[in-house]
Structures are given as structure tokens and as C-alpha cells.
């Protein structure tokens, strides 16, 4: 299993950023991703969950409304695009694949609980700065 983000950089605050998770080893639809980040001297925090399996999305409240999360199966990649960009949204962004697993599991996952990952990329970073 490896996943590759990709995609970051430095953006003005109100601009827009498209990152990119590619997926190998196991099958995208079958797993749920997430979009973690986490930012200098401070705890990683989640961002959003797909779960193509169960139809199921989440956000993180700090980016509702800015931030979409999509898949594309045929190329096993996730996307976040994310637009109305701020200062604190500035960090390394992560995306992590947790295995299937019954209701409780998929509750973990939409809540974003790291530990329920099992894989993680390296991570790219975003700094949105004027």
C-alpha cells in the first residue's frame, strides 16, 4: 500500500489549491481516505473522509463549505480542492487509508480518528500567505 500526495504549495489567502492522493497496492473504492493536517506545534487534525464503499463524506467544520473531497477509481486517486483558502489552513496535508471494518469502524473514519489509519503518505505542504 502507498499513497502520494501532491499538489501543494504557496497560495495567497482567498486563492485555491487542488491536491492529489494516488493510491497503489489495494483498491481505492474499497477503502476509506482521509485528509489529515497539521501544522507547526500543533496536533494533526482531520480535514475530510471519503468511503466510496458506504457513500459516505465528512468534513472537519473548520473547512465545510470551502473543501471538496472527490475520487477518481479509474486512476486511484482522491482529490481536495479546496477554495476561499486562510492563513490557518496553512500546514502539511495529509491522506490516509483505513481498512473496511463494521458500523464502529465507519464511524472512526468519518470522524477523522487518526488511529483507525492504517496508511499514511508523506505528506505536501500548503502555506497560504500574502
Known amino acids: 500500500v502507498q499513497l502520494v500526495e501532491s499538489g501543494g504549495g504557496l497560495v495567497q489567502p482567498g486563492g485555491s489549491l487542488r491536491l492529489s492522493c494516488d493510491a497503489s497496492g489495494f483498491p481505492l473504492d474499497y477503502y476509506a481516505i482521509g485528509w489529515f493536517r497539521q501544522a507547526p506545534g500543533k496536533e494533526r487534525e482531520g480535514v475530510t473522509c471519503i468511503n466510496n464503499r458506504h457513500g459516505k463524506i465528512s468534513y472537519a467544520d473548520s473547512v465545510k463549505g470551502r473543501f471538496t473531497v472527490s475520487s477518481d477509481d479509474s486512476n486511484n486517486t482522491v482529490y481536495l480542492q479546496m477554495n476561499s483558502l486562510k492563513p490557518e489552513d496553512s500546514g502539511v496535508y495529509y491522506c490516509?487509508?483505513?481498512?473496511?471494518?463494521?458500523?464502529?469502524?465507519?464511524?472512526?473514519?468519518?470522524?477523522?480518528?487518526?488511529?483507525?489509519?492504517?496508511?499514511w503518505g508523506r505528506g505536501t505542504q500548503v502555506t497560504v500567505s500574502s
Open positions: 490516509a487509508a483505513s481498512k473496511p471494518g463494521g458500523s464502529r469502524t465507519q464511524q472512526r473514519q468519518l470522524r477523522l480518528t487518526p488511529a483507525v489509519y492504517e496508511f
